[in-house]
């Protein structure tokens, strides 16, 4: 094995990377955010959303790494079973494949609580998965083994075919010591494993088509593993394709030099920045929530003057239809939805402005020249400031 890996001196099964002081932060940074994101309801139809989002953005991303030109669009078409025109079968086999095995990995872990160390049958598992009923379009036989040599771009000779096999068995061997998932890890450990794993799989390459999305797949399975949110399971791979040149310059760079110290920092870094757009995600949809609940609240409440229940279900639904964080003319509130142009249509724009007035008198909206918005800031002024240090 010593003469194997002589041949291919940047597949050195060493911890060749060192963590900058700003990546051992942000991984802490990661670390918290996770936990945040665990302590906040979500409402269950939200949640639902988030996950569906996060599944096809991680199958549209990680497909188009690879050339796949299907729309956010499209790929939620797939994500609904829809077929797509004869012409597109082949891209829209090749997302339904990803969503599945995310669907599938993410049943096993998250609802069976079921976990598997790395092994080249879990690698070979998730090439299959990737590959299958692709025919032609996938140039190799799913889950098997390479048993040619390849060439990736012009740039980069993956190992000899002959010499994979014992290559990934070094490297899941390595893996399970230099790791030890099974003996317990912490969080900042599945991270480093995460990517250094998906890092290594395209160095070895082991499959003749596919090792791209079976890298990042491996890499999904063990942040899922170490309890990376579902909502978030399309992070690391859509952060790769946002950024994809500077994706394939890391990759280039860390296979040149062995070294994965600045291919760990731009990830990490990418995933801090996915999760808190997460966090944020989930945060506002909870004070969207507590807005709600305030304004059913103060219509419970004796500041209300009229006593007609129907009128102040009217101005109850006008002020809960009026999105926050944005501003509307009078016109705009008329237009938001269809319910408030039929209700306001019947009765009178006189009738929305007495309403909208009431609702100034109430605190719930604020008004400025011809513009209104929710006064959100009634909530807001409830938070805690915070020192000045």
């Known amino acids: 094995m010593k003469i194997i890996i002589e041949k291919y001196p940047h597949i050195s099964f060493l911890p060749k990377w060192e963590l900058k002081e700003d990546t051992v932060y942000e991984l802490g940074q990661c670390d918290a955010i996770i936990k945040a994101i665990r302590n906040i309801p979500i409402r269950p139809e939200y949640r639902k959303v988030l996950l569906n989002v996060s599944l096809t953005k991680g199958a ?10 299907l729309s956010d669009e499209e790929v939620e078409k797939v994500n609904e079973g829809i077929k797509l025109p004869p012409s597109k079968e082949y891209q829209e086999t090749e997302v339904r494949n990803i969503l599945n095995a995310l669907n599938e990995l993410l049943r096993e872990v998250a609802i069976y609580n079921k976990f598997e160390i790395i092994s080249p ?3 070979k598992r998730f090439n299959y998965l990737v590959g299958k009923d692709l025919g032609d379009h996938f140039q190799a ?36 010591k230099e790791f030890h998932f ?35 797949l491996l890499e999904f ?16 791979s ?30 990490i870094k990418g995933y801090r920045d996915g999760l808190n757009n ?41 002020i809960l239809s009026i999105p926050i964080f944005k501003k509307f003319t009078i016109d705009e509130i008329l237009n938001l939805t269809v319910d408030i142009a039929a209700t306001y249509k019947i009765l009178s724009q006189r009738t929305l402005t007495r309403d909208l007035k009431e609702l100034i008198n109430l605190e719930l909206l604020r008004n400025e020249q011809d513009k209104y918005w929710a006064n959100i800031d009634l909530l807001l002024s409830f938070f805690p400031k915070k020192l000045n240090k």
């Open 238 to 267: 859509n952060f790769y394709n946002e950024t994809r040149n500077e994706y394939y310059r890391h990759l280039e760079k860390s296979t040149k030099t062995g070294n994965l110290s600045d291919f760990l920092a731009y990830a």
């Open 278 to 318: 997460i966090l944020e995600l989930t945060q506002v949809d909870q004070f969207k929530t507590s807005w709600a609940n305030y304004i059913h609240e103060i219509f419970r409440t004796s500041k209300i003057k009229s006593k007609n229940e129907n009128l102040n279900k009217r101005r109850r639904n006008l």
């Open 121 to 123: 049958d879990l690698i």
């Open 141 to 176: 036989i799913p889950g098997k083994i390479r048993d040619c040599n390849v060439n990736v771009g012009t740039k980069y000779r993956p190992p000899d075919y002959h010499d994979v096999g014992p290559l990934l068995k070094q490297f899941c061997d390595w893996s399970i």
């Open 60 to 69: 549209q991303s990680t497909t188009a790494i690879e050339g796949n030109t």
């Open 221 to 236: 399975y063990i942040l899922l593993r170490a309890g990376n949110p579902d909502i978030a399971s399309h992070l690391l």
């Open 182 to 216: 099974s003996k317990g890890q912490n969080f900042k450990d599945s991270v480093i494993q995460a990517i250094i794993s998906h890092v290594y799989i395209a160095w070895i390459h082991p499959f003749g088509d596919g090792n791209g999305r079976t890298a990042r």
